[in-house]
């Protein structure tokens, strides 16, 4: 069964930092690239970071280069994403997904074109 656990939300104040995981099994880790996608309340999903299996290949949103930081954990099929500096316009449901490598060659990733997602982690930046 494929599975990817997102992790790590919470209530934070701005300026914070927070780690969020995401936990994959069920699939061949190897041959997949991980995308972040985060929802607002009242917006769209967006795609804002994403890391290929190998470290690779790494994508970054204008909206988060600089805050942002992804990495992956081959050993144990997760991938991180470290967030600091925290604003209030993070506050958002914050979703991982998996997309085969043949595919992660399309910036920013869409949502339609993932294989996999999990359920999300919400991230509540207090001011």
């Known amino acids: 069964e494929v599975q990817l656990q997102a992790s790590g939300g919470g209530l934070v104040q701005a300026g914070g930092s927070l780690r969020l995981s995401c936990a994959a099994s069920?699939?061949?880790?190897?041959?997949?690239?991980i995308v972040w996608f985060r929802q607002a309340p009242g917006k769209e999903r967006e795609g804002i970071i994403c890391?290929?299996?190998?470290?690779?290949?790494?994508w970054y949103a204008d909206s988060v280069k600089g805050r942002f930081t992804i990495a992956s954990d081959n050993a144990k099929n997760t991938v991180y994403l470290q967030i600091k500096s925290l604003k209030s316009e993070d506050t958002a449901v914050y979703y991982c997904?998996?997309?085969?490598?043949?595919?992660?060659?399309?910036?920013?990733?869409?949502?339609?074109?993932?294989?996999?997602w999990g359920k999300g982690t919400l991230v509540t930046v207090s001011s």
């Open positions: 890391i290929s299996s190998s470290g690779g290949i790494t």
């Open positions: 069920g699939f061949t880790f190897d041959d997949y690239g």
């Open positions: 997904a998996a997309v085969s490598l043949l595919r992660l060659r399309v910036f920013p990733p869409t949502s339609s074109g993932m294989d996999f």
